[in-house]
């Protein structure tokens, strides 16, 4: 577990040195379209796309809402409530005037270990509270695990970490199947609970490994489906294409690999195949996810519904 925890902390780690770009958002209304099933009855299909979820920010990379997503049951998440973005280091007056004005921000909880923070720190927002997650265990060597041979080139230290195996195709399962990031994502799922009013804010460094485990948990216990679920956890691809392309391209520059390039790529985008390792490891040990956050996390029948009955319409 030590050698997977630390293959979770260099390949954040990388993350936070190549992906951390503010990318201009566009639009804020969730879409959804009606279908007809086989006996001919409307229902609601969830259309994930950059423009019916983007905050509309310009100094926050990847900054997007949960809202609007249809459930199983035939409920909707309710818009501009749950927001999940990038760090907030480079908020702009306007990014910050549309979270407090617009969404009505209230909470944010930072995922980020102390260092990053120290690093970049969040600007103070009047009427907000901050509150600070690490989703890794910051005890020990752990920063300087993720810090280490880095010589201030953030693409050489990239195809360093996919040469010799760092970056990982489990490092999503790794991390949940991890005491200390089990018990972090349990007190992040007590601040959704204990929430009352006003917008809930998440995020990591670039908003989308730390973050996107904590979306992919959050909108399993509110019954989304995997599918959609999973078009969102890739949205970060979307909304990161300028970035992506532009490490990509650092990378082409400096090897040929194919395989390489292709960590490289999945180290600062959203590899479908690292999330569906996640899902296929919960699967495998406890049978279902329903179980997993239930077993692992914590959560009660009564903390599923009243989550639902909080974020729900």
Same mark, same amino acid.
Do not use: W
């Given at each position: 577990m030590e050698k997977n925890k630390k293959s979770v902390l260099v390949a954040l780690c990388v993350t936070t040195f190549?992906?951390?770009f503010a990318l201009a958002g566009c639009g804020v209304n969730s879409g959804e379209k009606e279908v007809g099933n086989s006996s001919g009855e409307k229902q609601m299909e969830n259309t994930v796309t950059q423009e019916s979820q983007s905050l509309g920010l310009t100094g926050v990379a990847n900054a997007r809402q *949960? #809202? #609007?997503?249809? &459930?199983?049951? #035939?409920k909707k998440i309710k818009d501009g409530v749950l927001l999940r973005t990038g760090q907030l280091s480079a908020a702009t007056s306007d990014d910050i005037t549309a979270l407090t004005d617009k969404f009505q921000l209230t909470e944010v909880i930072d995922l980020r270990t102390t260092a990053e923070i120290e690093a970049a720190l969040d600007p103070a927002i009047e009427g907000v509270t901050e509150e600070h997650i690490p989703i890794i265990d910051e005890s020990g060597? @752990?920063?300087a695990v993720m810090t280490a041979g880095y010589t201030g080139d953030p693409i050489d230290h @990239?195809? @360093?970490q996919v040469e010799n195996g760092t970056i990982s195709d489990t490092m999503y399962s790794d991390l949940v199947m991890d005491t200390y990031g089990q018990n972090a994502y349990h007190e992040f799922f007590q601040k959704l609970l204990a929430h009352k009013d006003g917008a809930f804010l998440f995020h990591c460094a670039g908003g989308k490994d730390r973050t996107g485990v904590a979306a992919v948990l959050l909108l399993s216990a509110l019954g989304v489906d995997r599918n959609t679920i999973m078009e969102d956890f890739i949205l970060t691809n979307d909304f990161n294409a300028k970035n992506i392309a532009y490490v990509v391209s650092a990378a082409e520059k400096k090897t040929s690999d194919v395989k390489i390039l292709e960590g490289v790529k999945a180290a600062v985008g959203a590899d479908p195949n690292y999330m569906e390792k996640m899902f296929e490891a919960i699967d495998e040990k406890y049978g279902s996810?329903?179980?997993? *956050?239930?077993?692992?996390? #914590? *959560? &009660?029948?009564?903390?599923?519904a009243k989550l639902k009955d909080r974020y729900l319409e």
């Amino acid at each position: 577990m030590e050698k997977n925890k630390k293959s979770v902390l260099v390949a954040l780690c990388v993350t936070t040195f190549v992906s951390v770009f503010a990318l201009a958002g566009c639009g804020v209304n969730s879409g959804e379209k009606e279908v007809g099933n086989s006996s001919g009855e409307k229902q609601m299909e969830n259309t994930v796309t950059q423009e019916s979820q983007s905050l509309g920010l310009t100094g926050v990379a990847n900054a997007r809402q *949960l #809202g #609007g997503y249809i &459930t199983t049951d #035939g409920k909707k998440i309710k818009d501009g409530v749950l927001l999940r973005t990038g760090q907030l280091s480079a908020a702009t007056s306007d990014d910050i005037t549309a979270l407090t004005d617009k969404f009505q921000l209230t909470e944010v909880i930072d995922l980020r270990t102390t260092a990053e923070i120290e690093a970049a720190l969040d600007p103070a927002i009047e009427g907000v509270t901050e509150e600070h997650i690490p989703i890794i265990d910051e005890s020990g060597s @752990a920063y300087a695990v993720m810090t280490a041979g880095y010589t201030g080139d953030p693409i050489d230290h @990239a195809i @360093a970490q996919v040469e010799n195996g760092t970056i990982s195709d489990t490092m999503y399962s790794d991390l949940v199947m991890d005491t200390y990031g089990q018990n972090a994502y349990h007190e992040f799922f007590q601040k959704l609970l204990a929430h009352k009013d006003g917008a809930f804010l998440f995020h990591c460094a670039g908003g989308k490994d730390r973050t996107g485990v904590a979306a992919v948990l959050l909108l399993s216990a509110l019954g989304v489906d995997r599918n959609t679920i999973m078009e969102d956890f890739i949205l970060t691809n979307d909304f990161n294409a300028k970035n992506i392309a532009y490490v990509v391209s650092a990378a082409e520059k400096k090897t040929s690999d194919v395989k390489i390039l292709e960590g490289v790529k999945a180290a600062v985008g959203a590899d479908p195949n690292y999330m569906e390792k996640m899902f296929e490891a919960i699967d495998e040990k406890y049978g279902s996810m329903d179980v997993f *956050l239930k077993d692992e996390i #914590g *959560l &009660t029948d009564k903390d599923i519904a009243k989550l639902k009955d909080r974020y729900l319409e």
